[in-house]
Antibody
Framework: EVQLVESGGGLVKPGGSLRLSCAAS????????MNWVRQAPGKGLQWVSS????????YYADSVKGRFTISRDHAKNSLYLQMNSLRAEDTAVYYC?????????????WGQGTLVTVSS | QSALSQPPSASGSPGQSVTISCTGT?????????VSWYQQHPGKAPKLIIF???KRPSGVPDRFSGSKSGNTASLTVSGLQAEDEAGYYC???????????FGGGTKLTVL
């Protein structure tokens, strides 16, 4: 069974940092591109970042470029999102999502999310 | 990259059909057949229900169907059931720099 479990969320002050983790199991983690998608309270989904299976291709939304860094560790079957210079508008539930197999693939499995709150 | 445009709400009675639109541009929806739809119940993670415009993952009822014309994609839910009441989000591939763009979401109410 495919499982994605996010952790690392919490309350952080503006300008602070946080590192999110996503533990993957039940599939060949190294074969799939992975993504972070966030959802501000009461708002819609927003794609944040993607990393290819080989780490060759990495993409960021303009709103987080230069502040967030996506990475993955195949030995630990884990995906990460290092978030620096956090702003109030980064407050959201952050979801880890797996790409289905394919060159351009939908997000076929999602974790339950971890809440990040940026507030003084 | 601007978000795709969806109506904020839609509604229908049990057994009826409802269609939700998703309007993008010639740089995303109009240029690629990589439109997906996700269903999200309150407090839950999103679930993939349509990919590549009109394909359904295994286990998704055939009451859910997708289509596209020009820069607008659509999701049709036929034979509405109470459990279809949820948020629905479209997304489209938008090219190499910013690969994915989401719609703002539509809250579907089953009357």
């Amino acid at each position: 069974e495919v499982q994605l479990v996010e952790s690392g969320g919490g309350l952080v002050k503006p300008g602070g940092s946080l590192r999110l983790s996503c533990a993957a199991s039940g599939f060949s983690f190294s074969s799939h591109s992975m993504n972070w998608v966030r959802q501000a309270p009461g708002k819609g989904l927003q794609w944040v970042s993607s990393i290819s299976s080989s780490r060759t291709y990495i993409y960021y939304a303009d709103s987080v470029k230069g502040r967030f860094t996506i990475s993955r560790d195949h030995a630990k079957n884990s995906l990460y999102l290092q978030m620096n210079s956090l702003r109030a508008e980064d407050t959201a539930v952050y979801y880890c999502a797996r790409d289905a197999i394919g060159v351009i693939a939908p997000f076929d499995y999602w974790g339950q999310g971890t809440l990040v709150t940026v507030s003084s | 990259q601007s978000a795709l445009s969806q109506p904020p709400s839609a509604s229908g009675s049990p057994g009826q059909s409802v269609t939700i639109s998703c309007t993008g541009t010639s740089s995303d929806v109009g240029d690629y057949d990589f439109v997906s739809w996700y269903q999200q119940h309150p407090g839950k993670a999103p679930k993939l229900i349509i990919f590549e415009v009109n394909k359904r993952p295994s286990g998704v009822p055939d009451r859910f169907s997708g289509s596209k014309s020009g820069n607008t994609a659509s999701l049709t839910v036929s034979g509405l059931q109470a459990e279809d009441e949820a948020g629905y989000y479209c997304t489209s591939y938008a090219g190499n720099n910013i690969p994915w763009v989401f719609g703002g979401g539509t809250k579907l109410t089953v009357l």
